[in-house]
């Protein structure tokens, strides 16, 4: 793949770099030159010489044009960025798990991706990338859940299997995240289950997906700091941890910094790609998702744990409450019940959820000291985004929409 990136690159007139990508059996690269303070990007229809000096030609041409984005200096290689050996691969494709037992889907994504970056200021580097993304669900009459797995290797199905039984009432409590929720029909949410709240980390995930611009994007833009969070939270972003999907470079073949986002409550950090640093006067910290584009974001959330052994402990504290073990992507519930008195009580039917992470994690008290991997959305080309988070306890930030 680096040999790939090298002959796109080789087509520019002056600076500029390529990205190469191949995955699910499918190449692709994109080149983007730099000419006079801007540049430009055009994908190669295939990886024939000829295209690659076409997509290098109309790169050029796009970037001499005034309306072509400002271009940043071309990041600079580093020891850790300037060769990476594609052969020490970052996981392997998963074999395929079991089938889940009658009544329960499975939704499987294993992808392997190789990626390289070459730049004209001396960059290149390549690695694979895989990730397995397992989503188990199952309906009971008026009562549904899912329970979704990631990892750079296999996953465990029949964990998952375990806990969507306790969800739906059909065995005892499976593990730290899925407590045992009584059997019987699901009730509508009132507005008094939102004064305090268990997310799952499924469900924590998704608040954190929400917040992943304003320490990336929207801060290159001027936004403001997402202030105050509650002292028991501490927030990271760090690809090389050993419980996310790790990944070594970003878009422009930068090595991946850690950065800490939130310091106990305090927001202290951001995340950079070559155009927000070179506006900040900062060095980049390896999340550029695209190339010389203002478009940092964080990909490899880590938020620490707490104290808490179990999502019952959890529980146990709230005299009356909600208990979301999961949110779809419209933030609509899956598999929550209704909490009364320290115990589960109820299922409860899917309502759709409006959600002010700050506001949430402002108001969190508790967190669980074990963790999930959950895959987040890709901006980063060859890869899905990752948080690895606790289940919480919260008081606000959650209502119901209108």
């Known amino acids: 793949m680096a040999a790939l990136a090298a002959r796109a690159l080789a087509g520019l007139e002056g600076e500029g770099q390529a990205l190469a990508v191949t995955q699910d059996g499918v190449t692709t690269v994109t080149v983007t030159a730099v000419q006079g303070g801007r540049a430009a990007s055009a994908l190669a229809a295939d990886v024939s010489d000829d295209a690659l000096a076409r997509a290098a030609r109309a790169a050029t041409l796009h970037a001499r044009r005034p309306r072509a984005l400002p271009a940043p200096p071309l990041p600079l290689p580093s020891p850790a960025t300037a060769r990476a050996d594609a052969a020490a691969a970052m996981g392997a494709p998963a074999p395929a798990p079991p089938p889940v037992p009658a009544g329960f889907m499975l939704d499987l994504a294993s992808i392997t991706a190789d990626v390289a970056v070459a730049s004209t200021a001396g960059i290149e580097v390549e690695e694979r990338r895989s990730q397995v993304v397992a989503r188990v669900t199952a309906r009971r009459d008026d009562r549904a859940a899912a329970v979704t797995l990631a990892g750079a290797g296999p996953v465990d199905v029949d964990d998952a299997v375990a806990e969507l039984r306790a969800l739906l009432g059909e065995g005892v409590a499976a593990g730290p995240f899925a407590p045992h929720v009584p059997p019987g029909r699901a009730a509508a949410v009132a507005d008094e289950d939102l004064g305090r709240l268990v997310l799952g980390p499924e469900a924590v995930a998704v608040v954190l997906e929400a917040l992943r611009p304003a320490f990336g994007v929207d801060a290159a833009l001027g936004g403001p700091a997402p202030n105050p969070v509650a002292g028991t939270v501490t927030l990271t972003d760090d690809a090389a941890h050993p419980d996310t999907l790790p990944r070594a470079y970003d ?29 900040a006067g900062a060095a980049s910290t390896g999340h550029a998702t695209r190339p010389l584009t203002l478009a940092p974001l964080p990909e490899n959330l880590l938020l620490d744990p707490g104290a808490a052994p179990d999502v019952q402990a959890l529980v146990e504290e709230v005299a009356h409450g909600l208990f979301v073990p999961a ?31 700050v506001a949430i994690l402002a108001a969190a008290d508790e967190l669980t000291a074990a963790r999930r991997l959950v895959a987040l959305r890709g901006h980063c ?20 929409a209108r």
């Open 251 to 279: 878009a422009e073949g930068v090595a991946r910094a850690h950065v800490t986002l939130i310091d106990r409550g305090t927001a202290v950090g951001r995340v950079h790609d070559a155009a927000s640093a070179h506006r």
């Open 381 to 400: 080309p060859g890869g899905r985004g990752a948080a690895t988070v606790p289940a919480l306890r919260t008081a606000g930030g959650i209502r119901r």
């Open 327 to 357: 949110l779809t992507p419209g933030r609509e519930t899956a598999g929550a019940a209704r909490i009364v008195r320290g115990r589960l009580t109820a299922a409860v039917s899917p309502t759709r959820l409006e959600l002010d992470p």
